[in-house]
T-cell receptor
C-alpha cells in the first residue's frame, strides 16, 4: 500500500491567522513530497516540490514567504499558510512519491476557509 | 512547456458500456504515465500506472500506451455509476530541475447513467 495522511481535513479561521497543514506518508519513505492547490471546478495547481532536508522548490507565482514548507523527515512535510486572507481559501492537497518515475500518492486534502 | 491534453468532456455512457478516455502528451522523453480518478470535492486517487508500450489490465480498467504517437488511453469496461468522476491523465517530467514532477491534463468528466 501507499497511504498518505493529511491533517487537518478542514480549517475555518479568521483573516490574519497562520495555518499549518501536515502531510505524512504512513507506510513508505517519500523522497519527494508535493503541495497542490485546487479551486472549485479547476485543475490541480502545483505550488511547490519538497525534498527531505532541503529547501522547497516553489512554482512561479507562489510566494515562498507566505507558504512555508518544511520537510523534516522522509515521512513528514508541513505547509504553513502565514497570515492567511480570504483569497487563500482553497483546497490544499499534498502528495508523496517513492522516487523518480514513481506515482504520487495523494492525501485526502485540507479545505481551508478564511473568514 | 510540457503539455498534457485530454479529450474534452463531459463523457456520458450508460451503465455496462465501455468508457474510453484519451490523452496526448508533448514531451517525448517522458517515461511514466498515470491515470487518477477524482471524485467531486475529493483528492485524486491513483488507478493505473503504465511504463511501457502496449496494454496493461487491472480489473475493469485497461491502460494503453503508445510512445511513438505520444498517446495514452484508459478503457473502463462494464462502467458503473460509481465510476462517475473526473479522470486525470498524468505524465512525469524526466528533465533537469523538474525531474519527478507530474504534469496533469485538465481532466475528463465521466458520467455513467443507470
Amino acid at each position: 500500500g501507499a497511504v498518505v495522511s493529511q491533517h487537518p481535513s478542514r480549517v475555518i479561521c479568521k483573516s490574519g491567522t497562520s495555518v499549518k497543514i501536515e502531510c505524512r506518508s504512513l507506510d513508505f519513505q517519500a523522497t519527494t513530497m508535493f503541495w497542490y492547490r485546487q479551486f472549485p471546478k479547476q485543475s490541480l495547481m502545483l505550488m511547490a516540490t519538497s525534498n527531505e532536508g532541503s529547501k522547497a522548490t516553489y512554482e512561479q507565482g507562489v510566494e515562498k514567504d507566505k507558504f512555508l514548507i518544511n520537510h523534516a523527515s522522509l515521512t513528514l512535510s508541513t505547509l504553513t499558510v502565514t497570515s492567511a486572507h480570504p483569497e487563500d481559501s482553497s483546497f490544499y492537497i499534498c502528495s508523496a512519491s517513492r522516487g523518480v518515475n514513481q506515482p504520487q500518492h495523494f492525501g485526502d486534502g485540507t479545505r481551508l476557509s478564511i473568514l | 512547456q510540457k503539455e498534457v491534453e485530454q479529450n474534452s468532456g463531459p463523457l456520458s455512457v450508460p451503465e455496462g458500456a465501455i468508457a474510453s478516455l484519451n490523452c496526448t502528451y508533448s514531451d517525448r522523453v517522458s517515461q511514466s504515465f498515470f491515470w487518477y480518478r477524482q471524485y467531486s470535492g475529493k483528492s485524486p486517487e491513483l488507478i493505473m500506472s503504465i511504463y511501457s508500450n502496449g496494454d496493461k489490465e487491472d480489473g475493469r480498467f485497461t491502460a494503453q500506451l503508445n510512445k511513438a504517437s505520444q498517446y495514452v488511453s484508459l478503457l473502463i469496461r462494464d462502467s458503473q455509476p460509481s465510476d462517475s468522476a473526473t479522470y486525470l491523465c498524468a505524465v512525469t517530467s524526466d528533465r533537469g530541475s523538474t525531474l519527478g514532477r507530474l504534469y496533469f491534463g485538465r481532466g475528463t468528466q465521466l458520467t455513467v447513467w443507470p
